[in-house]
């Protein structure tokens, strides 16, 4: 028994795949403007900038190359299409970032070691420029989409947002104050929110590409909703992941009567819309039974049982 059910992405991914070329010449114009600036101004805090923008650029490029990827049809050898490309350029992303802060961390350090006069006044207004720069990809960004691919460029944008505001801060601090430190204890600051901003996305990525429970999904509840539709008379074997950041896919073993393949139609009919419904799970692999499995892990039946089981798939 079949059932098949498709979600289209293509506007999507077009819409996506717009506003990521545009982040990108946005991205890689100002990166060039903070590293003249950074180098002018004798100013850690705007040549850290430069490279979380730099890593910015590179996530913005992965993600627009994953959305492509995306986009593309399911075929024999690739039966999902490429759905987890998303997820390996958010991986990637967050990977970048990490290394970025800890990059940071060094170089601040040794500023505070060696205090380097700051510009402030040219501090100030590159990052006011980067501030509202960041803020317009992080607004495009968020509209856009919600899938991990674009969460991990969200994330990269709002981190760049606010770490230009405090490097703005920082600026004004040292005019007031005439205290260099202050520009490399701000990098320092940049550099912790940079880890907070990747380890959500690590973990959540990690998660997926280790076919995990998707996050928000419990399994006890997805087998008490299955056990609430009439027929069901018992459920195991329950396995719930990740295609994609936003497909979730389902196998299962059911227990049912021993009835006719039309009337346990009616059965999967309405565990898929219980699934699809409670969970947003749209694509299962259901298998019916009527005799329990003897392993129930992987359900390994005695020859001459296997007749007594009627598989169901549903897409």
């Not at 380097?116 to 989409?145: D, K, P, Q, Y």
Request: charged letters at 15%.
């Amino acid at each position: 028994m079949h059932a098949h059910v498709h979600y289209g992405h293509q506007e999507e991914n077009a819409a996506a795949a717009h506003v990521l070329r545009l982040s990108l010449f946005i991205t890689l114009a100002y990166v060039a403007l903070l590293v003249v600036a950074g180098i002018r101004a004798h100013s850690l805090a705007l040549l850290s900038e430069a490279g979380h923008n730099l890593s910015d650029f590179i996530a913005l490029g992965l993600s627009w190359f994953a959305v492509y990827l995306e986009s593309r049809p399911a075929s024999t050898t690739k039966t999902f299409g490429w759905r987890r490309a998303g997820v390996l350029a958010a991986f990637a992303n967050a990977a970048t970032l990490v290394a970025v802060a800890f990059f940071i961390f060094y170089e601040a350090f040794s500023r505070l070691r060696t205090p380097h006069e700051v510009h402030a006044n040219m501090v100030i207004w590159v990052a006011a420029t980067g501030f509202v720069l960041n803020g317009i990809i992080a607004i495009m960004l968020f509209r856009t989409s919600r899938d991990v691919n674009l969460r991990s460029a969200f994330l990269h944008q709002m981190g760049d947002a606010l770490s230009t505001a405090a490097v703005i801060v920082g600026g004004i601090a040292i005019l007031l104050t005439g205290q260099s430190w202050i520009d490399p204890a701000l990098s320092v600051g940049i550099g912790v929110l940079i880890l907070w901003s990747s380890f959500g996305i690590l973990r959540e990525t990690l998660n997926i590409l280790l076919e995990g429970t998707p996050r928000g999904v419990s399994l006890e509840k997805v087998e008490a909703a299955v056990l609430t539709v009439a027929g069901v008379k018992y459920v195991h074997d329950l396995h719930v992941w990740s295609i994609g950041s936003e497909t979730h896919a389902l196998s299962c073993h059911i227990g049912i009567e021993d009835i006719p393949p039309s009337e346990s139609e009616c059965i999967l009919r309405k565990v898929n819309e219980r699934l699809r419904h409670d969970f947003g799970i749209g694509h299962t692999t259901i298998q019916f039974e009527h005799l329990a499995c003897d392993v129930a892990d992987g359900c390994v039946m005695p020859a001459g049982e296997t007749l007594a089981h009627g598989h169901s798939h549903s897409h």
